[in-house]
């Protein structure tokens, strides 16, 4: 990755590094990650208490959705450990290209969608981040600061599940996130953990656009009826209980998980599915909320 000083190229190349106290290092960092948000409509969180609930697909579905509708969408893969945002969107072979004097482009997945992911910068799918909070601070402070968003309408930021390191320091760097969506599955643990999501934001002050029950029912291949595998409901139950919006549910289609696979999103190949029409209502939810 590319890091900047007040130079405008990497730190240890800059002829005033020497002298560049790490004071003036850090101002001009947040400069950097100031310039670039200023730029951008709206920015906000996608959130899960716990793993396995669906939150990146829920957060690439509902970026195609917008994006389709003429937004112009980044998305920023927070999840150092586990960044499979590329892979989902098919781009996961892709490389970032240096942008004019400093900093580095985003891959653009297609029109109107942009992304960034630690992803792009492993030497093969197998490779481990083994990186300390310090290291994925630093990292965040450069895809926040020194990735050329350019002017968006929305950034996504798809957060590792929890609410540790990556959460905090998007928080500690943006200063204002606009927003955050708590994604969730029905059974009892992982609306357990969901509740601790939303208390995360509001200690935070984040103010919390809403609550996605995500694989709230099966749509049956065979027969098209829904059947109950995780429960039904819980999601907006927990939602109420926390005074929180609920934007919708979202039907598990074993179709999903092909389209994960093969990295196309969802909503763009079944544009005729019930769980296209679910994501379109969450978008027309979240676009109200945000207005």
Known sequence: MVSTCAGGTGCKSC????TCSQQDKEKHSQDLIDAAMGAIGKKFMVLSGKGGVGKSSVAVNLAATLAG????IGILD?????????????????RPEPAPGAGIFPICAADNLHVMSVGFFLQHEEQAVVWRGPMKHGVMKQF???VQWGELDYLI?????GTGDEALSISHLIGKVDGAVIVTTPQDVALL???KSISFCKELKIPLI?????MSGMLCPHCGENIDLFKSGGGEEIAKKMQVPFLGRVPLDPAMVLCGDEGKPFVSTHPESPVTAAFAGIADAWERLLA
């Open 15 to 18: 002829d005033t590094a020497s």
């Open 69 to 72: 509708r003429g937004k112009k």
């Open 78 to 94: 927070a999840d150092i450990h586990g960044p499979n945002i590329p892979k989902m969107l098919g781009i996961d072979d892709e």
């Open 144 to 146: 926040l600061g020194e």
């Open 157 to 161: 930021i798809d957060l590792p599940p």
């Open 193 to 195: 953990d969901s509740k």
């Open 210 to 214: 809403g609550v996605v029950e995500n």
